[in-house]
């Protein structure tokens, strides 16, 4: 339950007009806070909606019950821009029903945006980026009294130790931020643009915080960082964090994202072989199966030591199962180069994957230095292909653990609602019979069957 602290000051919620749909009573303005993107964003719409709440807003499913709409973007996905645009002004219409309606835009893309609303998107009245959301309360109190504000400064020292977010999940797996802010530079991103520099949580705060999911009943935590496996504070390395989470009563599954494949040190392997905790599981962005290509992005790894760390990565962890990040279409790509990736598909053979096109995000350095020169029709072309032959690999990666035993973390009901949802350890989806447990639960079950992309207990 949300503990609502209206405080002294704050602007109270405008008057709802006359045709107006009714609204709910409740203890103070209104929020309505939509995520795009990463689980990083998610956990940081948690971080929002808590320092909001501590400051009398109430969030609200609804938009058209808002006083307040923040839109929390992602600057990764292929034409960002043009999303967050469109999104807002799909939103715009409820300003119709409430004129004093403010809008925000919070996030990756707030340093894009910044000098673009005034001129593209008048109705945004906020703009915060991700190192203010310790402000938020005051800045969306600001907007509201009709200032236009603009808050999009980095600070490399801001880890919002100490502040507790209001999840919106299943209060099952629960996410923790162990690190913010990237170092890596590689050519196409623009995370270290958007969100900063490398830093990392302190462990005292990491701990403090998986300690409270523990305590409100979680039974997974979600360990998130953009290179999450450089964490390092001080003395205390990704190795030495694991270990520490893994002695939390009442924590039983562990899992991460993402982590660069350049730190995967002989430790950290160890590691997550020796606890049980720890999910064999792996998201590993490989990019690209073409060392050109990886040369080009500056990923600082060739194949053949991806290809090395995998089977290092699977000799230690046998029954690991492998996610990946593939990119078509980067500056300067051949023929060649994307048959290589096709080839480093067929020699990994993954579980499952995140497929992109390359687009121009124009403040990386691929953007100002090099040249988008594979044609849009090309890339579509070689997307598509990739996209199929990573089909055949997930459905044969699910048909494998057809007629197995599996321990399943139940997280809730499946989309129809005719199900129980939930997951293996090898992050899987698993459709289970009703009443065959409980949210929160573990339970064994047989696997009968498999839709492609879930598996399906007997």
């Excluded at 953009?226 to 989470?245: I, K, M, P």
Aim: one cysteine or more; glycine letters at 8%; hydrophobic letters at 40%.
């Amino acid at each position: 339950m949300t503990r609502l602290v209206q405080i002294r000051g704050t602007k109270p919620a405008p008057a709802p007009p006359a045709n107006a749909p009714e609204l709910p009573p409740v203890a103070g303005p209104r929020v309505y806070v939509e995520t795009l993107g990463c689980q990083m964003n998610e956990a940081d719409s948690a971080l929002i909606v808590g320092q909001l709440a501590a400051r009398g807003y109430v969030r609200v499913p609804d938009p058209a019950a808002a006083d307040v709409i923040l839109l929390n973007t992602c600057a990764v996905r292929e034409k960002a821009e043009e999303r967050v645009y469109g999104r807002t002004s799909q939103l715009l219409r409820h300003k119709k029903d409430n004129p004093d309606l403010v809008f925000g835009i919070t996030g990756c893309m707030a340093e894009h945006l910044r000098d673009k609303v005034q001129k593209q998107a008048p109705h945004i009245g906020l703009v915060a980026g991700p190192d203010s959301y310790r402000r938020i309360g005051v800045l969306v109190d600001r907007a509201r009294a009709g200032e236009r504000v603009v808050d999009i400064t980095l600070d490399r020292d801001e880890t919002y130790e100490g502040l507790d977010g209001v999840p919106d999940d299943d209060g099952v797996s629960g996410q923790v931020t162990i690190q913010r802010g990237c170092d890596k530079f590689c050519t196409f991103c623009v995370v270290p643009y958007t969100r900063g520099r490398e830093r990392g949580v302190a462990p005292r705060e990491v701990l403090r915080q998986a300690r409270h999911l523990a305590e409100h009943g979680y039974k997974e935590i979600v360990l998130l960082g953009q290179t999450v496996n450089s964490y390092v504070w001080e003395d205390a390395s990704f190795a030495d964090l694991l270990r520490a989470l893994a002695a939390i009563d009442g924590i039983e599954r562990i899992r991460f994202t993402s982590p660069y494949p350049v730190d995967f040190t002989a430790q950290l392997i160890a590691t997550m072989a020796e606890l049980d905790k720890v999910c064999p599981y792996i998201h590993l962005p490989a990019q690209s199966g073409a060392d050109r290509m990886l040369t080009a992005m500056k990923r600082g790894y060739s194949r053949a030591e991806f290809v090395d760390l995998v089977g290092r990565l699977r000799a230690a962890l046998p029954d690991l199962a492998l996610s990946t990040d593939l990119m078509v279409g980067f500056c300067g790509e051949t023929e060649d180069d994307h048959a290589e990736t096709l080839s480093l598909m067929r020699e990994i053979r993954f579980d499952s994957a995140f497929m992109f096109r390359y687009s121009d995000r124009g403040i990386t350095y691929a953007a100002r230095k090099l040249q988008d020169d594979v044609p849009d029709e090309v890339k579509g072309r070689r997307l598509q292909e990739v996209i199929e032959l990573q089909e055949q690999h997930t459905r044969a990666s699910h048909q494998a653990r057809v007629g197995k035993r599996e321990r399943v973390l139940i997280s809730g009901l499946s989309h129809r609602g005719d199900r129980l949802l939930g997951r293996t350890p090898r992050f899987q989806s698993v459709l289970l019979p009703l009443g065959t447990g409980t949210p929160g639960q573990t339970v064994e079950v047989d696997i009968a069957a498999t839709t492609g992309h879930s598996l399906i207990a007997g």
